[in-house]
């Protein structure tokens, strides 16, 4: 590589930089919250007054959370839109643009045991499909496949399928979302935002009052410290509706090289994660159980997931 190349992770809430150095090394990590700034190109030239990056670079390499259409994204939780010409008029250089999980499947095939903690199941199938899904502002999903010479991400806009109850009370909470959101996707109970839905769904239906509308921190903190009785119910739906979702993404995929959550939430959970109420969903899927119960899931740790599937990208 000639020149140095900005990396950007643009999500709902925080917009992240870093540089890929000529040499291979990753540096200069920021993040910022989005709605600080009016687009991209403000953003970058922002960073590079902070960092004394010097313009023009190689290009820029850059991840959004939504689908890319043509050579744009629409971001699905945040005003911004960003184009490979703004990237490229932003850096001066090359423009990559991939939806935001796409560059944390691109990351999956190069992480070490340093990088994860498992959760159930045996050892992945060497080559075989990996799946990545991770709850934040909305709910990343993306895939990479091995097409015998490199791994091949595969991007998609998994955190919009349906939600599906699996028992009475789900059915209930889903039956409450839907009067307030119409169509319920995953995302609306398997995200940031979605913590926050189940909570009040849950309030809701019991009957319970509350003086101000929960935030998603306030909940896990209520739920770990069990000073909340719809907080801990809460969670454990989320966590019960996280493993259903990687399940179905499993088989949709056949993610027999193993299932990694990534995405700023479950990380922050600690011990606090119930491993085995997320993994006995994730394998609840009748007759073809057997199928599921070997492959690997896997709680990313790594803080750089993003920025490893650009420069890989980029390289």
């Known amino acids: 590589m000639s020149s140095d190349f900005l990396l950007a992770d643009i999500g709902g809430t925080n917009v992240r930089f870093a540089v890929l150095r000529r040499d291979g090394r990753i540096d200069g990590y920021e993040a910022w919250l989005t709605a600080l700034y009016p687009d991209f190109g403000s953003a970058v030239k922002a960073y590079a007054e902070l960092t004394g990056l010097r313009l023009p670079l190689g290009g820029g390499a850059v991840c959004a959370a939504g689908p890319v259409v043509g050579d744009a994204v629409k971001l699905t939780n945040c005003p911004w ?12 250089g090359r423009a990559y643009l991939v939806n935001d999980f796409a560059a944390v499947a691109q990351a999956l095939p190069v992480l070490t045991e340093a990088d994860v903690v498992q959760v159930g199941g045996g050892a992945p199938l060497e080559h075989a499909p990996k799946a990545a899904l991770g709850p934040g502002t909305g709910l990343g999903v993306a895939s990479t496949v091995y097409d015998g010479a490199r791994w091949l991400a595969v991007p998609g806009e998994g955190g919009h399928v349906d939600l599906a109850p699996t ?13 307030t959101h119409g169509h319920v996707a995953a995302e609306d109970a398997v995200s940031g935002l979605g ?5 009040l769904a849950i309030a809701s239906l019991d009957g319970v009052p509350f003086k101000a509308k929960p935030v998603a921190a306030d909940i896990a903190k209520a739920a770990r410290a069990k000073t909340d009785a719809v907080a801990v119910e809460a969670v454990a739906l989320f966590t019960g509706w996280l493993g259903s ?14 299932v990694y959550i990534a995405g700023g939430i479950v990380a922050q959970w600690g011990d606090a994660f119930d491993a085995k109420l997320f993994r006995r969903r994730f394998e609840s899927k009748g007759r073809i159980k057997y199928f599921l119960e070997p492959i690997p899931c896997y709680l990313v740790t790594a803080k750089d997931l993003a920025f490893r599937g650009l420069a890989a990208m980029v390289r």
């Open 195 to 199: 913590l926050e839905n189940l909570y």
């Open 81 to 92: 839109s960003i184009s490979k010409a703004e990237i490229a008029a932003a850096t001066g």
């Open 167 to 179: 028992n009475e009370r789900e059915l209930a909470v889903v039956y409450q979302l839907m009067r």
């Open 245 to 258: 979702v990687a399940g179905n993404l499993a088989l949709t995929v056949g993610a027999q090289g193993g």
